[in-house]
């Protein structure tokens, strides 16, 4: 199926003479999507995570011309995330997914990476992705997980002040 294009022509008229100009057809671009999921596929942008919670990150983008073409896709894994997976060939180095599709005449695509939470020394995880399909350069949405910190006991006097490792009588 043909994406969406926008269609224009033009009527010119100089004196008493009136032509049509030739149609032109220009692809509407659509942005990328970018989306975080649990495991079994609910959309969790904006949840709280937790140490080991699997994260799904997908990337959804589509091919606007009427011609094959090379797209490629790179996703930099937020720190405190282990990498799991990544499907369709991603190819993972240093933290940053790489995806290189060819795609369809107007084909769209789902890219997808398996994070695990590693650490809850962060306040939370945003993430985006760059797609590229020929030269359209084209950045994803952000995608943020604020993190459940680890719970911290402390002994405390009567004037709520730290006496923890202190000798208490």
């Known amino acids: 199926t043909a994406s969406e294009v926008l269609v224009n022509d033009a009527v010119v008229t100089v004196d008493d003479v009136t032509v049509i100009t030739n149609e032109v057809h ?4 659509k942005d990328p999507v970018k989306q975080v999921l649990d495991p079994k596929g609910t959309d969790i942008d904006g949840k709280t995570v937790h140490p080991k919670d699997q994260l799904v990150y997908t990337i959804t983008y589509e091919n606007p011309y009427d011609r094959d073409i090379q797209s490629t896709v790179t996703d930099r894994i937020p720190e405190g995330l282990k990498f799991i ?3 369709h060939n991603g190819k993972e180095v240093n933290h940053l997914i790489t995806w290189n599709v060819e795609l369809k005449a107007y084909e769209k695509m789902t890219v997808s990476f398996t994070a695990e939470v590693l650490k809850t020394d962060y306040d ?7 797609v590229t399909i020929g030269s359209l350069k084209l950045k994803t949405n952000e995608v943020k997980n604020p993190v459940f910190p680890d719970p911290v006991k402390d002994v405390l006097n009567e004037d709520s002040v730290s006496i923890n490792h202190q000798e208490v009588r």
Do not use: L, M, R, T
């Open 124 to 130: 939370s995880f945003i993430n985006s992705a760059d």
């Open 26 to 29: 220009n692809p509407i671009i």
């Open 85 to 87: 997976s990544a499907d």
